[in-house]
């Protein structure tokens, strides 16, 4: 079983829409998690942190379930520069290494 | 402010010969972390350093290594490279250790 594990997609949505993805991760001890934005052939960059009590930014909402061990991304009023891929990324340990899901496409279409 | 920088950013070699990657952090960041993305997954992580000093090593042959210099920029080095190391290759920089990392562009390394 991969550590961290995502729905590779792609998702095909309508501009507009309301989306969500969701990821799960198996090491119970995992501290830190985070939503990264990859475009294509580019590096990622962090979109956001997930707090136990979840977090919301603008059109985007992240939630965590320590309990059943994953994570969620809701994208509300989806633009067509949303269109990229979206990684679940969980920190373990303490050397604050990620490790990193295989990241889930998403495509916004007019 | 700069943000991380990656060099080269592209590199063909073939298999068997050695590569080095550079990197320099943002500035006034002590930590780098190397990370090895194959097309269509995620980030592998391979080494992490923080003042000089490893403080991370990923499941990765001794073929990689790494290190850090004083003015925090730091290089990976792959040796006998294989078909199967042909990736993105990503730096990532933090001010500290548990910090938020911040990504260079990468270099895409192919090997034929």
């Known amino acids: 079983r991969k550590e961290v594990e995502q729905d590779p997609g792609p998702f095909n949505v309508p501009e507009g829409a309301t989306v969500a993805f969701n990821c799960t991760y198996s090491?119970?001890?995992?501290?830190?998690f985070f939503w990264y934005r990859q475009d294509c052939r580019k590096e990622p960059k962090l979109l956001m942190s997930?707090?136990?009590?979840?977090n919301e930014d603008g059109r985007f909402t992240a939630q965590l379930n320590r309990a059943s061990q994953y994570i969620s991304l809701l994208i509300r009023d989806s633009k067509l520069s949303d269109s990229a891929t979206y990684l679940c990324?969980?920190?373990?340990?303490?050397?604050?290494?990620?490790?990193w899901g295989a990241g889930t496409k998403l495509i916004i279409k007019p | 402010d700069a943000g991380v920088t990656q060099s080269p950013t592209h590199l063909i070699k073939t298999r068997g010969q050695h590569v080095t990657l550079r990197c320099s952090p943002i500035?006034?960041?002590?930590?780098v972390s190397w990370y090895q993305q194959v097309l269509g997954q995620g980030p592998q992580f391979i080494f992490q350093?923080?003042?000089?000093?490893?403080?991370g090593r990923g499941n990765f042959p001794d073929r990689f290594s790494a290190r850090q210099f004083p003015n925090y920029s730091s290089e990976l080095n792959v040796n006998a490279l294989l078909l199967g190391d042909s990736a993105l290759y990503l730096c990532?920089?933090?001010?500290?250790?548990?910090?938020?990392?911040?990504f260079g562009p990468g270099t895409r390394l192919t090997v034929l």
């Open positions: 090491n119970s001890a995992s501290q830190s």
């Open positions: 990532a920089s933090s001010s500290a250790l548990r910090d938020t990392q911040y």
């Open positions: 350093y923080y003042e000089k000093e490893e403080r």
């Open positions: 500035s006034g960041h002590k930590s």
């Open positions: 997930v707090y136990s009590s979840g």
């Open positions: 990324v969980v920190n373990i340990g303490s050397n604050y290494q990620l490790i």
